[in-house]
C-alpha cells in the first residue's frame, strides 16, 4: 500500500488537508455497499486519518475477506480541502457450472 507523501507531512506538524479529509470516498465496488466497506474500516467521522489509522482500515477490509486489493490516496481539491479515496477490488464470484461427465 502506499500512502501519499502529504499524510506523513501531516504527522510532523503540517497542514496537510488530506489528514482531516472531507469526505471519503470508495471506489470499485460491485457487491459490497460503500456503507458496509466504510463500516468495515472502522473510521468515523471527523477522524484524523494519520497513518496507524488509515494503515488499521486497510487491514480491517483485507481481514473482512471481501477484498482482493486496497489502496488509499488522498485527493487535494482545493488548499484546505481533501477527500480520502479507497479504490477496492472485491475477489471474484467463483462461477459453477453443471456439466455432465462424457460418457
Known amino acids: 500500500m502506499?500512502?501519499?507523501a502529504g499524510t506523513v507531512r501531516a504527522q510532523a506538524g503540517g497542514d496537510d488537508p488530506c489528514l482531516r479529509p472531507d469526505s471519503?470516498?470508495?471506489?470499485?465496488?460491485r457487491r459490497v455497499t460503500a456503507a458496509e466497506a466504510?463500516?468495515?474500516t472502522g473510521l468515523?467521522?471527523?477522524q484524523e486519518l494519520s497513518?496507524?489509522?488509515?494503515?488499521?482500515?486497510?487491514k480491517?477490509?483485507?481481514?473482512?475477506?471481501?477484498?482482493?486489493?486496497v489502496a488509499v490516496t488522498c485527493e487535494?481539491?482545493?488548499?484546505?480541502?481533501a477527500r480520502r479515496v479507497f479504490a477496492l477490488v472485491e475477489h471474484p464470484i467463483l462461477a459453477f457450472q453443471n456439466r455432465r461427465p462424457a460418457c
Open 2 to 4: 502506499l500512502l501519499p
Open 24 to 29: 471519503v470516498v470508495v471506489r470499485g465496488l
Open 38 to 40: 466504510v463500516s468495515q
Open 44 to 46: 468515523v467521522r471527523g
Open 51 to 58: 497513518v496507524p489509522v488509515v494503515q488499521r482500515a486497510v
Open 60 to 69: 480491517a477490509l483485507y481481514e473482512s475477506g471481501h477484498f482482493s486489493n
Open 76 to 81: 487535494v481539491l482545493s488548499g484546505s480541502s
